[in-house]
C-alpha cells in the first residue's frame, strides 16, 4: 500500500517528495542563514539563536577534526542527556561526516562496554552526571578524549559546560570540558561535504533479545525521514515543539531535532518529564507541537492542576510506541479540542506512517508516508495479505536503514525483497482495512494463547482503560494449569480508587465487557508499571518476572 492508493490522502500535501542529496547538517545551516536571531532552542538556561548554535556547532567541529583527529566515518558516542549541549555535539559530529553512536545516558558501567567495543568509538561527549560510568569501562581507554557536558556556571555561559577538571577520576581517557572547547580558537574547518550515502548514524535498538543491535543510518535516511516529518506535521519557521522524549531515540532524534530544524522551528527542551512543567511551558511559550507517548498524556491528564493553563496554542498532537486507548483519546480532544494522531516506525525506519488530521482514526497507525510502501505478509510465506488478515508488518522506502553494523546475519533475517524492493520484517502484527489504514494488533511474539484462543494484550489493555478507577494496565500470560495460559493485568490505579476497589471487581468488570477467553482472570495492582527510557510500558519485564515466578511455583 502506497501514498498514490489512498482515498484519504491530506489535500495540498504532494503524494511523493523530493529527498535532497545533502549532509544533515545543511539543513541547520540553512535555518540559520534564512533566520540567524530566531530562537533555535529554550530550556532551563534561556534561549538559543540559530547563529550562535552554528558558532558552537563550528568550534566542535573543528575541535574534533583538528585536535582528535577524527575523520570521516569514525564513530563517537553521545551519552548524554537532552540539552543544548547534545544539539551541539550532534551536528558537530554530522558536519564532519564522522558517525553519531547515541547511548542512553541511563546506561551503567556494565551495559556500557558493548557500545564501546562494537562502535570502536574515538571520542565521546558525556554527562557530568554520569561520567564516572564511562570511565570506569576499561574500553574507554580507546578513547581520544571525553568531553565533558554538564551544568553551566554563571548564566552568561552559552551552552551546558562543565569546567575543566570536572574530573579525570584517574582514566586514561583524557577529558576535558565543553566550555574549554567552545572557548578554544576554531582551527581552520574543512567546507561542508556533502555525501548522501555515508553513514551518518548507528542507533541501537532496544526491542531485540541479546546483545543490542545497531541499526545504521546515512545521510539520504536520516534526510528522507527528516523532510518526510516535517511536511507531514506542518513543521514552520513559528513552529514550536515542545521536546520531552528523549534524543537517543528515533521519535526523538527525527519529530523533535532534525524536523523542526529543517523547517526552521524553535525546541522547548525538558530534560525530565514532569505533567505540570510541561503544561507550563506550553503556556509560556504558545507551543505549538507535541510529540508524546501515550504514558506521558495520561499522566498529563491526571494532574488537577490543568485549568491553571492556558493549553490553546497547541494544534498538533501525537505519538506512537504505544497504542493509545480511546477513553484517554477522548479525555484528551475534550481538553485540547484534538485528536491524538498515532503514527509508526522503528528504529531501522524511522517514520513510516501516520494518520490524516482530517480522516483520523482512533488506535490505528493511519496510512503509509510520502514515497513508502506498507504491506501486510504472511510471516511464514511472505505473500502479500488481503484488507482484514493480519499478519507481519513489512515497510520500504527511502527512510530504511540499510542494515545492521557489523551484523549481516541479523540484516538478512530482518529484510526481504517483494516485487523488487527491500522491505524491513517490523516483527508486528497487524492488518489494513478497506480504506488502506494499518492497524497494529501485537507484536509477532507477544499473545496469550488460553486453550487455544489467540488473546492479543493490546486490544485488552485498550478496553480495561475504559474502566474509571484505571490509570494504566499491561496485559501478559500467566500459566494455567487448565488452559495453558490465562490472562493477567498488571494494573496501576487512579489516585484515591486503592480503598475502593479490589482486584476481583476489575475481573468482574472485564468479564462483563469482553468474550470469556479473553477477560482477564488474574489482576495485580502495582504502584507504577516499569517503563524503558522512552516512556513505552516495558511488558517483557513484568512477562518475564511472571514465568520465573511460575517456575520457581513449579520447583
Same mark, same amino acid.
Given at each position: 500500500?502506497?501514498?498514490?492508493?489512498?482515498?484519504?490522502?491530506?489535500?495540498?500535501?504532494?503524494?511523493?517528495?523530493?529527498?535532497?542529496?545533502?549532509?544533515?547538517?545543511?539543513? /541547520?545551516?540553512?535555518?540559520?542563514?534564512?533566520?540567524?536571531? %530566531?530562537?533555535?532552542?529554550?530550556?532551563?538556561?534561556?534561549?538559543?539563536?540559530?547563529?550562535?548554535?552554528?558558532?558552537? =556547532?563550528?568550534?566542535?567541529?573543528?575541535?574534533?577534526?583538528?585536535?582528535?583527529?577524527?575523520?570521516?566515518?569514525?564513530?563517537?558516542?553521545?551519552?548524554?542527556?537532552?540539552?543544548?549541549? !547534545?544539539?551541539?555535539?550532534?551536528?558537530? =559530529? /554530522?558536519?564532519?561526516?564522522?558517525?553519531? =553512536?547515541?547511548?542512553?545516558?541511563?546506561?551503567?558501567?556494565?551495559?556500557?562496554?558493548?557500545?564501546?567495543? *562494537?562502535?570502536?568509538?574515538?571520542?565521546?561527549?558525556?554527562?557530568?552526571?554520569? =561520567?564516572?560510568?564511562?570511565?570506569?569501562?576499561?574500553?574507554?581507554?580507546?578513547?581520544?578524549?571525553?568531553?565533558?557536558?554538564?551544568?553551566?556556571?554563571?548564566?552568561?555561559?552559552?551552552?551546558?559546560?562543565?569546567?575543566?577538571? +570536572?574530573?579525570?577520576?584517574?582514566?586514561?581517557?583524557?577529558?576535558?570540558?565543553?566550555?574549554?572547547?567552545?572557548?578554544?580558537?576554531?582551527?581552520?574547518?574543512?567546507?561542508?561535504?556533502?555525501?548522501?550515502?555515508?553513514?551518518?548514524?548507528?542507533?541501537?535498538?532496544?526491542?531485540?533479545?541479546?546483545?543490542?543491535?545497531?541499526?545504521?543510518?546515512?545521510?539520504?535516511?536520516?534526510?528522507?525521514?527528516?523532510?518526510?516529518?516535517?511536511?507531514?506535521?506542518?513543521?514552520?519557521?513559528?513552529?514550536?515543539?515542545?521536546?520531552?522524549?528523549?534524543? #537517543?531515540?528515533?521519535?526523538?532524534?527525527? &519529530?523533535?531535532?532534525?524536523?523542526?530544524?529543517?523547517?526552521?522551528?524553535?525546541?522547548?527542551?525538558?530534560?525530565? !518529564? &514532569?505533567?505540570?512543567?510541561?503544561?507550563?511551558?506550553?503556556?509560556?511559550?504558545?507551543?505549538?507541537?507535541?510529540? +508524546?507517548?501515550?504514558?506521558?498524556?495520561? *499522566?498529563?491528564?491526571?494532574?488537577?492542576?490543568?485549568?491553571?493553563?492556558?493549553?490553546?496554542?497547541?494544534?498538533?498532537?501525537?505519538?506512537?510506541?504505544?497504542?493509545?486507548?480511546?477513553?484517554?483519546?477522548?479525555?484528551?480532544?475534550?481538553?485540547?479540542?484534538?485528536? #491524538?494522531?498515532?503514527?509508526?516506525?522503528?528504529?531501522?525506519?524511522?517514520?513510516?506512517?501516520?494518520?490524516?488530521?482530517?480522516?483520523?482514526?482512533?488506535?490505528?497507525?493511519?496510512?503509509?508516508?510520502?514515497?513508502?510502501?506498507?504491506?501486510?505478509?504472511?510471516? *511464514?510465506?511472505?505473500?502479500?495479505?488481503?484488507?482484514?488478515?493480519?499478519?507481519?508488518?513489512?515497510?520500504?522506502?527511502?527512510?530504511?536503514?540499510?542494515?545492521? !553494523? %557489523?551484523?549481516?546475519?541479523?540484516?538478512?533475517?530482518?529484510?526481504?525483497?517483494?516485487?523488487?524492493?527491500?522491505?524491513?520484517?517490523?516483527?508486528?502484527?497487524? %492488518?489494513?482495512?478497506?480504506?488502506?489504514?494499518? #492497524?497494529?494488533? *501485537?507484536?509477532?511474539?507477544?499473545?496469550? &494463547?488460553?486453550?487455544?484462543?489467540k488473546v492479543w494484550p493490546a486490544e485488552?489493555?485498550?478496553? /480495561?482503560?475504559?474502566?474509571?478507577?484505571?490509570?494504566?494496565?499491561?496485559?501478559? +500470560?500467566?500459566?494455567?494449569?487448565?488452559?495453558?495460559?490465562?490472562?493477567?493485568?498488571?494494573?496501576? /490505579?487512579?489516585?484515591?480508587?486503592?480503598?475502593?476497589?479490589?482486584?476481583?471487581?476489575?475481573?468482574?468488570?472485564?468479564k462483563q465487557k469482553m468474550a470469556a477467553?479473553?477477560?482477564?482472570?488474574?489482576?495485580?495492582?502495582?504502584?507504577?508499571?516499569?517503563?524503558?527510557?522512552?516512556?513505552?510500558?516495558? !511488558?517483557?519485564?513484568?512477562?518475564?518476572?511472571?514465568?520465573?515466578?511460575?517456575?520457581?511455583?513449579?520447583?
Amino acid at each position: 500500500m502506497t501514498p498514490h492508493e489512498l482515498s484519504t490522502w491530506p489535500r495540498g500535501l504532494p503524494r511523493d517528495i523530493d529527498i535532497p542529496p545533502t549532509n544533515l547538517c545543511a539543513n /541547520l545551516l540553512v535555518s540559520a542563514m534564512r533566520s540567524p536571531r %530566531r530562537a533555535v532552542l529554550v530550556d532551563d538556561f534561556g534561549s538559543l539563536a540559530y547563529a550562535e548554535l552554528v558558532e558552537q =556547532v563550528e568550534r566542535i567541529a573543528a575541535f574534533l577534526q583538528n585536535e582528535l583527529g577524527v575523520q570521516r566515518g569514525d564513530r563517537v558516542l553521545l551519552c548524554l542527556q537532552n540539552g543544548r549541549g !547534545w544539539v551541539a555535539a550532534y551536528y558537530a =559530529v /554530522l558536519r564532519i561526516n564522522a558517525v553519531v =553512536v547515541p547511548v542512553n545516558p541511563m546506561n551503567k558501567r556494565d551495559e556500557l562496554p558493548h557500545y564501546l567495543s *562494537d562502535t570502536g568509538a574515538v571520542a565521546a561527549f558525556c554527562g557530568s552526571d554520569n =561520567v564516572a560510568e564511562l570511565l570506569a569501562v576499561p574500553a574507554a581507554q580507546q578513547l581520544r578524549r571525553v568531553i565533558i557536558v554538564g551544568s553551566p556556571g554563571p548564566a552568561d555561559v552559552p551552552a551546558d559546560t562543565v569546567a575543566e577538571g +570536572a574530573g579525570n577520576l584517574g582514566n586514561p581517557a583524557r577529558t576535558i570540558g565543553l566550555r574549554r572547547v567552545l572557548a578554544t580558537a576554531p582551527g581552520p574547518l574543512a567546507p561542508l561535504e556533502h555525501l548522501p550515502d555515508a553513514l551518518a548514524l548507528i542507533l541501537y535498538s532496544s526491542g531485540s533479545t541479546g546483545a543490542p543491535k545497531g541499526c545504521m543510518h546515512t545521510h539520504r535516511t536520516l534526510t528522507a525521514s527528516t523532510v518526510i516529518v516535517a511536511h507531514w506535521m506542518g513543521l514552520v519557521p513559528h513552529s514550536v515543539q515542545l521536546v520531552a522524549l528523549p534524543y #537517543f531515540h528515533i521519535t526523538g532524534m527525527q &519529530n523533535l531535532l532534525n524536523a523542526p530544524i529543517y523547517g526552521g522551528g524553535t525546541l522547548v527542551l525538558m530534560k525530565r !518529564w &514532569n505533567r505540570d512543567e510541561a503544561a507550563a511551558l506550553i503556556a509560556r511559550h504558545q507551543v505549538s507541537h507535541w510529540t +508524546a507517548m501515550p504514558t506521558m498524556v495520561i *499522566d498529563f491528564l491526571a494532574s488537577p492542576r490543568l485549568a491553571e493553563y492556558d493549553l490553546r496554542s497547541v494544534r498538533r498532537i501525537g505519538g506512537g510506541g504505544a497504542g493509545m486507548p480511546e477513553a484517554v483519546g477522548e479525555r484528551l480532544k475534550a481538553l485540547t479540542g484534538l485528536d #491524538f494522531l498515532e503514527g509508526y516506525g522503528l528504529s531501522e525506519t524511522a517514520h513510516v506512517s501516520g494518520n490524516p488530521p482530517a480522516a483520523f482514526k482512533r488506535q490505528c497507525l493511519g496510512v503509509p508516508l510520502f514515497n513508502t510502501d506498507l504491506r501486510v505478509i504472511d510471516p *511464514d510465506t511472505s505473500a502479500e495479505l488481503p484488507p482484514g488478515e493480519v499478519g507481519e508488518i513489512v515497510m520500504a522506502g527511502p527512510q530504511v536503514f540499510t542494515g545492521y !553494523w %557489523r551484523n549481516e546475519e541479523a540484516t538478512r533475517n530482518a529484510t526481504l525483497v517483494l516485487d523488487g524492493k527491500r522491505f524491513v520484517r517490523s516483527g508486528d502484527l497487524g %492488518r489494513r482495512d478497506e480504506e488502506g489504514y494499518f #492497524f497494529i494488533v *501485537d507484536r509477532l511474539k507477544r499473545m496469550v &494463547n488460553a486453550s487455544g484462543f489467540k488473546v492479543w494484550p493490546a486490544e485488552v489493555e485498550a478496553m /480495561l482503560h475504559e474502566h474509571p478507577a484505571i490509570a494504566e494496565a499491561c496485559v501478559i +500470560a500467566a500459566v494455567d494449569a487448565y488452559r495453558g495460559e490465562t490472562v493477567k493485568a498488571v494494573v496501576v /490505579l487512579r489516585e484515591g480508587q486503592g480503598a475502593r476497589v479490589r482486584e476481583a471487581d476489575i475481573v468482574e468488570w472485564a468479564k462483563q465487557k469482553m468474550a470469556a477467553y479473553k477477560y482477564p482472570r488474574l489482576v495485580e495492582f502495582v504502584a507504577e508499571l516499569p517503563k524503558t527510557a522512552t516512556g513505552k510500558i516495558a !511488558w517483557r519485564q513484568l512477562q518475564e518476572a511472571e514465568r520465573a515466578k511460575a517456575l520457581r511455583a513449579a520447583a
